[in-house]
Structure formats: C-alpha cells, structure tokens
C-alpha cells in the first residue's frame, strides 16, 4: 500500500473523514476530489461495492499502477504519472505567499480552471494548507496539499497564470508548501504528467527523484 496506492492509504488513514465507503472500497466525497481507492489486490466484492459507491453514469479515477478492470467497470481514459520525491530539507518558507482558506475557493477554481494542474474542487481546499500569490489582488499562482498518507503528504494544484509564468514562481511555492510539510514531521511528494515535460525537468532541476511510474484511469460503473 502507501505510496503505490495513495488515495488508498490517505482515505483509510489521515484523511479518513474525507471518504465516503462501501465495503473496503473508498472514494474522496464528490466536491473534494475524483479519486476511488482500493486495496492492493482488490476482490470481486470489492469492485462490487466500489460500483455501488460509484453509482450509474458517475466518474472517478484510480491514482495507481495500472489495475485490469472487470467487466463492471469500463475506461474513460488513462494518462500516465511520475511520482516524486522532495530531496532532504527542500522546504524554504515564503513571507510574499499568502495562506488561501474558504474565501478565496471561487479564485482558485478559476484559476486552475484556466491552468489545468489537475483536479481541483469545491471543497479540494479542505485537504490541507494552500498557499498563494497575488499581484494588484488578483491570484496569480497557488500550490497546496491534496492526498495525506502516514509520513507523507502530497504537493498538488501547482499553477501559475499564464501571464506570469517563467518567473520562477512554481518553484517558490512547491518549496513553500514542502516547508510546511516538513515542519509536520512528514515528506513532501507530488505527482505530474508522464508527457508534461517542462514539469518533469522543473521537479528533477529541484533535486526531485522519481519513486514510482503510475497512472490516472478514469472509469465508471458499466451499464447493467
């Protein structure tokens, strides 16, 4: 389990009250996240009850190595992750960043609407810290935490707008973000896109090694 199987781990664990359940099949509540989790090795019963927690017409993703699907199950699509880790003592805390809470959850939405970093939602925010920037009060770039497992948390929703990119602002704010992580005795670890390239030479330029090549498959319940 753990960094294999993260969504697995976080919602049986740390952010268990995050999850909605139905046997040992687990999914973040809807406004949070996409992600259904399993066991390692997961049984009849268990995409069973996954399908039901699901429901008919609904989507979800597996955060994971790739898993054969069963006929009640059918892909939507599947895009290959890199999974990394942050170096020894990356954290480096920030005073320009600001902390980001419920008030500014409409300016977050829009803004990884407009970036795409990955799934970002209503109540995403209520996952752990995020951090921002602002310029003349707009939002212009923002980074947080997303899945929490025993010893590790996840950096997740680095964006920056389009305006101001090539300022080296993602970078500040992972490091932001991992300072706080660290502080809590844990390890800051993030996932990317296989073919995003410009994110992959900016996390190995940061000193981040991989520890597991993955997949996002998303999927959802076949018609009975």
Request: charged share 25%; proline share 8%.
């Amino acid at each position: 389990m753990g960094l294999t199987n993260p969504t697995y781990a976080a919602l049986t664990g740390p952010q268990a009250h995050l999850a909605e359940a139905r046997g040992r099949a687990v999914r973040y509540q809807a406004e949070v996240a996409p992600f259904l989790g399993l066991p390692d090795e997961p049984t009849e019963q268990d995409w069973a009850d996954a399908a039901e927690l699901v429901g008919p017409g609904q989507v979800v993703a597996l955060m994971r190595p790739d898993l054969p699907l069963p006929e009640s199950f059918k892909l939507d699509q599947q895009l290959g992750l890199v999974q990394f880790f942050a170096p020894d003592s990356f954290g480096v805390e920030d005073p320009e960043l600001v902390p980001l809470g419920i008030e500014d959850v409409a300016e977050m939405v829009a803004l990884t609407a407009l970036t795409d970093p990955g799934p970002f939602r209503t109540r995403t925010i209520e996952c752990g810290r995020y951090l921002g920037l602002r310029r003349d009060g707009e939002l212009i770039a923002m980074a947080g935490e997303r899945q929490r497992l025993p010893g590790y948390v996840e950096i997740s929703a680095v964006c920056t707008h389009p305006e101001y990119r090539g300022q080296g602002l993602a970078s500040r704010l992972v490091k932001a973000v991992a300072a706080g992580i660290e502080k809590d005795g844990d390890r800051p670890f993030l996932h990317t896109g296989a073919t995003n390239s410009s994110a992959i030479r900016l996390y190995e330029t940061l000193g981040f090694t991989v520890t597991n090549r993955m997949a996002v498959t998303v999927i959802e319940p076949a018609e009975r």
